[in-house]
């Protein structure tokens, strides 16, 4: 819900929801090894569990004039009966093949909390600015540590021309270094003790308008070819790289 305040350019915007989470079939009926190393686990079928559910607030201000906009939200989610592996047994054992086993059970509570704010500027009718940074904390309040693979402050800037038949834009991508990590990233190899690098993108992209119904859009990314990734990401993202799409609508 929202309210006008003080005029139509500010508004105060709040809201609370509830929300569940039914147990899934790879909840309740996982059979095998995951993880390598110290991170290694042998999961086990878990009947009987039941929902996770939540309760999420979210207040923020809304602006807008003739030339710019802005918003800025926060946000708290407390859950509780969260599904959360927990060293288990089966068959009487322990562990199989020398790895532990574990099996997931309805004892999570956790908090989550953050920050999203975005904003515009028109220089002109031909030039733009843009702004977005976003800030998430996590907690496991049940074993008092950081949730698992929170992302840290990241965000992007960026500049846009536009004509009438074309646009450009110059923008960066960047996030913070994550080392606020649970017990469990530390042992996944994707983040380990020491959490996951920042970085910082350089990035540029354009399209051109050939009539009402044909767009084409260039896009050159990671323009210094930076070795970086998402936190929790297995993978590391790509290098410099150009992207070439033609858009074609009727």
């Given at each position: ?9 500010l ?17 309740i ?6 993880g390598?190393g ?11 569990l039941?929902?996770?559910?939540s309760?999420?607030y979210?207040?923020g201000l809304?602006?807008?004039n003739?030339?710019m906009g ?13 599904i959360?592996?927990k060293?288990?047994?089966y ?6 093949s ?5 099996q997931?059970?309805?004892?999570g ?16 009718p ?5 702004a ?9 309040t049940s ?8 992302p ?19 923008y960066?991508?960047?996030?913070a ?5 649970s017990a ?6 994707r983040i ?12 540029v ?13 260039v ?5 210094f ?13 790509p290098g410099?790289?150009?992207?070439l799409?033609l858009?074609?609508?009727?």
């Amino acid at each position: 819900m929202g309210y006008k305040l003080f005029n139509d350019k500010l508004n105060v915007i709040g809201g609370v929801a509830q929300g569940f989470r039914a147990p899934n079939v790879d909840d309740i009926a996982v059979f095998g090894k995951s993880g390598s190393g110290a991170g290694a686990r042998f999961e086990v079928p878990s009947p009987g569990l039941k929902p996770e559910h939540s309760m999420n607030y979210e207040f923020g201000l809304k602006f807008r004039n003739e030339s710019m906009g802005a918003s800025l939200f926060y946000y708290f989610s407390d859950y509780t009966d969260l599904i959360t592996p927990k060293l288990g047994s089966y068959n009487g054992q322990d562990s199989i093949s020398g790895t532990p086993v574990y099996q997931r059970y309805n004892v999570g509570k956790a908090e989550i909390k953050g920050v999203n704010f975005s904003s515009y500027y028109q220089l002109t009718p031909s030039w733009r600015l843009r702004a977005e940074a976003s800030w998430t904390e996590g907690n496991n309040t049940s074993d008092n540590e950081p949730l698992t693979r929170i992302p840290p402050k990241r965000g992007i800037v960026g500049v846009t021309y536009s004509h009438e038949a074309y646009w450009v834009e110059y923008y960066n991508m960047f996030a913070a270094y994550q080392t606020r990590v649970s017990a469990a990233d530390k042992k996944d190899f994707r983040i380990g003790p020491d959490g996951t690098p920042g970085y910082l993108t350089y990035n540029v992209r354009g399209g051109y308008k050939f009539s009402q119904h044909i767009n084409a859009i260039v896009t050159f990314e990671n323009i210094f070819n930076r070795f970086y990734k998402l936190h929790g990401s297995g993978i590391y993202s790509p290098g410099s790289n150009v992207i070439l799409s033609l858009l074609v609508n009727q």
